[in-house]
């Protein structure tokens, strides 16, 4: 992954390295330099080492941002690990370019929210939740790569949210085994909790995205 990025980052207009890299601070021997343990940002730090050994390490690129901490306990660095990695990536949707315009995101945000309002147990906050949940960033961003106002001809949330308890319906609809064959989870020990309770709550747009293809 290193050199993929040290490939990208020879390609790229901005210069520097976005972010930090972190480290936590080791224990010192009297004497002795201090080691540090590196936490997060080690693709960044061996893509500036690949640059380096082809020689192609720019000047821009040669100092790197970086975070350091005092020591601590391991469980400690375990919950600073898990702290960085919590962290949810801007999706599609939300970039500037490339993005939604500013009126496909209004109208997809406010369905997304009437949705989550609607069935608040089948929202998660997070991004990677398993079936039938769903991420209201993730529907949202969904939506917009699927191009669902584009090609339905949809100009207002309120048709958006009835386009989508159509798509609920339909798949609702469906029977248990043609709801699997859409590849909801992988074993089947998860395809049926998921779908017992997608039938609960009535709720079936996060068993798959097929439904965005209709």
Excluded at 142 to 163: C, F, N, P, Y
């Amino acid at each position: 992954r290193a050199s993929l990025i040290a490939k990208a980052k020879a390609r790229s207009g901005v210069q520097g390295w976005p972010g930090s890299i972190v480290v936590v601070e080791g224990p010192q021997e009297e004497g002795e330099e201090a080691l540090g343990v590196l936490i997060d940002g080690q693709h960044r730090l061996g893509a500036a080492s690949f640059l380096d050994s082809k020689g192609k390490l720019t000047p821009e690129l040669e100092s790197v941002l970086v975070e350091v901490y005092p020591a601590m306990e391991d469980k400690a660095v375990k919950e600073l690990f898990t702290e960085i990695n919590k962290v949810e990536p801007v999706k599609w949707i939300d970039l500037p370019d490339g993005g939604a315009s500013a009126d496909e995101n209004a109208v997809l945000t406010a369905a997304a929210e009437t949705m989550r309002s609607r069935y608040p147990d089948m929202f998660k906050p997070s991004q990677q939740c398993r079936a039938p949940h769903v991420n209201v960033d993730v529907l949202r961003d969904e939506m917009h790569k699927a191009k669902v106002l584009e090609r339905h001809g949809i100009q207002s949330a309120d048709e958006l949210i009835t386009w989508l308890d159509a798509r609920n319906a339909a798949s609702g609809a469906l029977s248990d085994a043609e709801i699997a064959g859409s590849g909801v989870a992988k074993s089947s020990g998860a395809r049926e909790k998921a779908l017992l309770k997608a039938r609960a709550n009535s709720f079936y747009l996060g068993l798959s995205w097929d439904w965005l293809r209709l």
